[in-house]
């Protein structure tokens, strides 16, 4: 699977890369059809304590999952957007073994 990161406005630490294609990775065990990964990273103005925010596409074979966290950091945001593509997952592969 390919990932691609994108920061808006600012640049990425490798630590916060890694991270992100540690836990975009572990989205394979789910679904093995995934094709690539899409993530964005955004700092939401006006600065509040919840304004990092982080839209995760995947795509899969036929169409396309989208999650979108905001929250304190981005390692929270990329956590909690993994775990909702993760559900995602589940129930797009329950809808193809029920045909």
């Given amino acids: 699977m390919e990932i691609r990161i994108q920061s808006v ?5 490798s630590t ?8 975009v990775a572990k989205l394979d ?3 093995d059809g995934i094709l690539s990964a899409e993530v964005t990273l955004k700092v939401i103005k006006p ?5 990092k925010e982080a839209l995760i596409r995947l795509n899969i074979s036929g169409r396309d999952l ?6 304190d950091t981005f390692e929270e945001s990329v956590d909690e ?10 129930k797009h592969k329950d809808k193809i073994r029920s045909k």
Wanted: hydrophobic share 35%.
């Fill in 81 to 90: 957007a993994v775990e909702a593509l993760g559900k995602q997952l589940k």
């Fill in 29 to 31: 065990q789910y679904y």
């Fill in 66 to 71: 989208f999650a979108s966290k905001t929250c």
């Fill in 47 to 51: 600065e509040t304590a919840t304004n």
């Fill in 9 to 13: 406005h600012f640049d990425a630490t």
């Fill in 16 to 23: 916060l890369e890694k991270f992100i294609q540690k836990k």
